[in-house]
């Protein structure tokens, strides 16, 4: 059983700061890497996706993924209320798997006005 | 155009019915999916249909039937409904980098 972790939260933090969103995951040959944001009564939509190690930059969402150490990670600057939402970490499984994505349970992310 | 749709949206029924929810997407993707999310948000996989044959079957009560009928649309059908089947049911498709992409999502109430 292939396992991402995240903590699960709240995350709260006033507008203008950074959120920091983390993620584990067990399958250490694991290859692509996603972030989806899920607002409340609504379905999971990707906001940034990772294969390499490093840094992936798309506006005010940073990615980072350390295959090394197995985490990923999720940076907000200039934190918005409206990215108040929950965050699904998902990891690409390979081999008899690869067709599917294993999903860490979220981090819930409040940013206060 | 919407890239992935359901319906219904949502459905209310009673335990021991049988429903079916239905899902098509146009985006020319080959593989489509059907998650869970329960209550406490668990996004849970069940099935998964590339080019209409089956590849990946969870383990989920065999009253969950999925069928493809052709590429762009997968359904699911549920005998006997009961209380612990309340969630949110949601289609998916996946394009060749594996990015998934979801449909608004199902949300089933079974009273």
């Known amino acids: 059983q292939k396992e991402v972790e995240q903590n699960s939260g709240p995350l709260s933090v006033p507008e203008g700061a950074i959120a920091s969103l983390n993620c584990t995951y067990s399958?250490?040959?694991?290859?692509?890497f996603f972030w989806y944001r899920q607002y409340s009564g609504k379905s999971p939509e990707l906001i940034m996706s990772?294969?390499?190690?490093g840094d992936k930059e798309d506006g005010r969402f940073t990615a980072q993924l350390n295959k090394a150490s197995q985490y990923v990670s999720l940076l907000i600057r200039d934190s918005q209320p409206s990215d108040s939402a929950t965050y699904l970490c998902a990891v690409k499984g390979r081999g008899s798997t690869l067709g599917r994505l294993y999903f860490g349970r979220g981090t819930q992310l409040t940013v206060w006005p | 155009d919407t890239a992935v749709s359901q319906t219904p949206k949502y459905l209310v029924t009673q335990m021991g019915n049988d429903k079916s929810i239905k899902c098509e997407q146009n985006l020319g993707h080959d593989t489509m999916y059907w998650y869970k999310q329960d209550s406490k948000k668990f996004l849970k996989i069940m099935f998964s249909y590339n080019n209409k044959e089956l590849i990946i079957n969870e383990t989920v009560p065999n009253r969950f039937s999925p069928k493809s009928p052709d590429k762009a649309h997968l359904n699911l059908h549920i005998n006997s409904l009961e209380l612990g089947d309340s969630a949110v049911y949601f289609c998916?498709?996946?394009?060749?980098?594996?990015?998934?992409?979801f449909g608004p999502g199902t949300r089933l109430t079974v009273t």
């Open positions: 399958d250490r040959v694991s290859q692509s």
């Open positions: 998916a498709t996946r394009d060749r980098d594996f990015e998934q992409y």
């Open positions: 990772i294969y390499s190690n």
